[in-house]
C-alpha cells in the first residue's frame, strides 16, 4: 500500500502542504529544526492516531492556531482506496474518519495503514525504561493482530481497577470486585503472553539476520523475552501474592512487568554499546519489525526512516540502504540534513523518488 496524496493544515510548525507523493522513494531536506520530522510524524499520525513523539493532542496543533487537519489517499496492492482524516481542535474530541465516515473507536484504526518508523528517539528502546520495550511489542502486535489489542486494552482496564482497589483501606476492599478483575487480567494477561512468546520467537532470526548484514558480522546480538509468566500459573502467581500488593498499593505480577533484555556479545547493550552499535541494534531491530509485518499481513507496511544515518559509518550506511532498496520493502519516507550524502544513498537506490525542501515548515519539491 502507498500514501498517494497527503495534506496537511497547522501540523506542528507546518502550516499548510499538499503533496503527491512518490510510490517509492520520499526524501526531505532541511537544517535543524526545520519541519522534516513533523512532515514525517504527520504521516505516522494517520496510521496510529496519534504522534511518535508528542502524546498530547493538543500540542501538535500550530502554536498560534486553533485546528488541524491531515488528510491521506491510500492505495492498495488490489487498488482499493482509503481515505483517511483526522482533525484536532482544541479542547475537543479528535475526528478520525475512514471514507469519510467516523470511527467508534480509534483502535478499529490500527492495522489498516501498517507503518513502521525508525527514529533517532527509538534509542530510548535500549537506554529507556522496560515500558518501551513493551510499547514496541505492543504496537508490532496490535498492527496486525485485533484480538491482541483488545485483550491489552482489557488488561489495561482491569490493571488500573484492581490498582484503584488496592489503594483503599484493606478492610473496605471488596474481595469480590478484586478477583473479578483478576481474572479479567488473568484471562487476557495470557492470550499476552502467549502472542509475546510467539512474536520474539518469529522475530529473533529475523532481528540476528539484519544485524549481521548491517554490521557485517561485527558483533554477535541477542534479545530475551522475560516475563514473570514464563515460570508457574499467572492465576496462582495472581493470589499469592495478593497480600503484598495490598501492603504496597499496586499489582506487582503480571504482563505489564515483561521486559526485553538485549544482549551485544553477551553483554546488556544499554551499558556496553557505542552509539553506532546502538543504532545498529534499534534499527535492526524495525526492519525484522518490518520484515514480520510484511509476511504477516496482506500488504507491504510504509516504512519512515528519520535521520538514521547519522553516526553510523559508511559502511553501515551503505548496507542499509542495499537492504531497503529490495524490492520487498514498498514506499519508504525518510529525512536527511545533507542534499549531498542524500544524493550519494539515492544514486545507489536508483529508484523512483521525489526529494523535497524542508525550510521552516514548508515544504517544496525540488
Ligand atoms: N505545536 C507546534 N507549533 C509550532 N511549531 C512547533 C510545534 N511543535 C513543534 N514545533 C516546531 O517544530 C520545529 C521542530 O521540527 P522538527 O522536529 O520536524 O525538525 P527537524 O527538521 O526534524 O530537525 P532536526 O534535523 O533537528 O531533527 C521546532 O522549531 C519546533 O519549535
Same mark, same amino acid.
Not at 234 to 261: A, P
Given at each position: 500500500?502507498?500514501? +498517494?496524496e *497527503?495534506?496537511?493544515?497547522?501540523?506542528?510548525?507546518?502550516?499548510?502542504a499538499?503533496?503527491? *507523493?512518490?510510490?517509492?522513494?520520499?526524501? !526531505?531536506?532541511?537544517?535543524?529544526?526545520m519541519?522534516?520530522?513533523?512532515l514525517?510524524?504527520?504521516?505516522?499520525?494517520?496510521?496510529?492516531?496519534?504522534?511518535?513523539?508528542n502524546p498530547?493532542?493538543?500540542?501538535?496543533?500550530?502554536?498560534?492556531?486553533?485546528?488541524? @487537519?491531515?488528510?491521506?489517499?491510500?492505495?492498495?496492492?488490489?487498488? =482499493?482506496?482509503?481515505?483517511?482524516?483526522?482533525?484536532?481542535?482544541?479542547?475537543?474530541?479528535?475526528?478520525?474518519?475512514?471514507?469519510?465516515?467516523?470511527?467508534?473507536?480509534?483502535?478499529?484504526?490500527?492495522?489498516?495503514?501498517?507503518?513502521? $518508523?525508525?527514529?533517532?528517539?527509538?534509542i530510548?528502546?535500549?537506554?529507556?525504561?522496560?515500558e518501551?520495550r513493551?510499547?514496541?511489542?505492543?504496537?508490532?502486535?496490535?498492527?496486525?493482530?485485533?484480538? /491482541?489489542?483488545?485483550?491489552?486494552?482489557?488488561y489495561?482496564?482491569?490493571?488500573?481497577?484492581?490498582?484503584?482497589?488496592?489503594?483503599?483501606?484493606?478492610?473496605?476492599?471488596?474481595?469480590?470486585?478484586?478477583e473479578?478483575?483478576?481474572?479479567? @487480567?488473568?484471562?487476557?494477561?495470557?492470550?499476552?503472553?502467549?502472542?509475546?512468546?510467539? !512474536?520474539i520467537?518469529? *522475530? =529473533?532470526?529475523?532481528?540476528?539476520? !539484519? /544485524? %549481521?548484514?548491517?554490521?557485517g558480522?561485527?558483533? =554477535?546480538?541477542?534479545?530475551?523475552?522475560? &516475563?514473570?509468566?514464563?515460570?508457574?500459573?499467572?492465576?496462582?502467581? $495472581?493470589?499469592?501474592?495478593?497480600?503484598?500488593?495490598? %501492603?504496597?498499593?499496586?499489582? =506487582?505480577?503480571?504482563?505489564?512487568r515483561?521486559e526485553?533484555? $538485549?544482549?551485544?556479545?553477551?553483554?546488556?547493550?544499554k551499558?556496553?554499546? &557505542?552509539?553506532?552499535?546502538? +543504532?545498529?541494534?534499534?534499527?535492526?531491530?524495525?526492519?525484522?519489525?518490518?520484515?514480520?509485518l510484511?509476511?504477516?499481513?496482506?500488504?507491504?507496511?510504509?516504512?519512515?526512516?528519520?535521520?538514521?544515518?547519522d553516526? *553510523?559509518? &559508511? +559502511?553501515?550506511?551503505?548496507?542499509?540502504?542495499?537492504?531497503?532498496s529490495?524490492?520487498?520493502?514498498?514506499q519508504? !519516507? @525518510?529525512?536527511?540534513?545533507?542534499?549531498?550524502?542524500?544524493?550519494?544513498?539515492?544514486?545507489?537506490?536508483?529508484?523512483?523518488?521525489?526529494i523535497?525542501?524542508?525550510?521552516?515548515?514548508?515544504?517544496?519539491?525540488?
Amino acid at each position: 500500500m502507498i500514501l +498517494k496524496e *497527503l495534506s496537511i493544515i497547522n501540523y506542528k510548525n507546518i502550516a499548510q502542504a499538499e503533496l503527491q *507523493l512518490s510510490p517509492k522513494i520520499n526524501c !526531505f531536506i532541511g537544517n535543524n529544526g526545520m519541519g522534516k520530522t513533523n512532515l514525517l510524524d504527520a504521516v505516522y499520525y494517520l496510521s496510529f492516531c496519534r504522534s511518535y513523539t508528542n502524546p498530547v493532542d493538543s500540542q501538535i496543533i500550530k502554536h498560534d492556531s486553533d485546528i488541524c @487537519m491531515l488528510q491521506g489517499k491510500y492505495i492498495f496492492e488490489d487498488s =482499493t482506496q482509503e481515505e483517511i482524516y483526522s482533525g484536532i481542535r482544541r479542547r475537543q474530541k479528535k475526528q478520525f474518519k475512514r471514507n469519510k465516515k467516523e470511527y467508534e473507536r480509534l483502535s478499529d484504526h490500527i492495522g489498516l495503514i501498517p507503518l513502521v $518508523m525508525i527514529s533517532p528517539a527509538d534509542i530510548e528502546l535500549i537506554t529507556g525504561a522496560s515500558e518501551g520495550r513493551r510499547r514496541f511489542m505492543d504496537i508490532a502486535i496490535s498492527q496486525f493482530d485485533k484480538e /491482541y489489542l483488545r485483550a491489552l486494552v482489557r488488561y489495561n482496564k482491569a490493571l488500573q481497577q484492581r490498582n484503584a482497589l488496592l489503594k483503599n483501606d484493606e478492610d473496605l476492599i471488596d474481595i469480590t470486585l478484586l478477583e473479578l478483575w483478576e481474572d479479567q @487480567m488473568v484471562e487476557d494477561g495470557v492470550l499476552i503472553y502467549n502472542k509475546r512468546v510467539e !512474536f520474539i520467537m518469529k *522475530l =529473533t532470526p529475523m532481528f540476528n539476520d !539484519f /544485524y %549481521s548484514r548491517v554490521s557485517g558480522s561485527a558483533e =554477535t546480538v541477542s534479545f530475551e523475552y522475560i &516475563s514473570q509468566l514464563n515460570d508457574g500459573d499467572f492465576k496462582d502467581k $495472581m493470589k499469592g501474592n495478593r497480600q503484598r500488593d495490598l %501492603s504496597i498499593g499496586h499489582t =506487582t505480577v503480571g504482563v505489564h512487568r515483561d521486559e526485553l533484555e $538485549m544482549l551485544l556479545n553477551g553483554f546488556p547493550i544499554k551499558k556496553i554499546g &557505542s552509539q553506532g552499535q546502538n +543504532k545498529t541494534y534499534f534499527v535492526s531491530l524495525k526492519l525484522a519489525q518490518f520484515k514480520y509485518l510484511l509476511d504477516t499481513g496482506n500488504t507491504t507496511p510504509i516504512l519512515v526512516l528519520d535521520d538514521i544515518f547519522d553516526r *553510523l559509518d &559508511s +559502511k553501515r550506511v551503505e548496507e542499509i540502504v542495499k537492504l531497503v532498496s529490495e524490492p520487498e520493502f514498498g514506499q519508504i !519516507f @525518510m529525512s536527511d540534513t545533507n542534499r549531498e550524502s542524500l544524493d550519494k544513498i539515492l544514486d545507489r537506490l536508483n529508484n523512483d523518488s521525489h526529494i523535497y525542501s524542508v525550510i521552516n515548515g514548508e515544504i517544496n519539491l525540488i
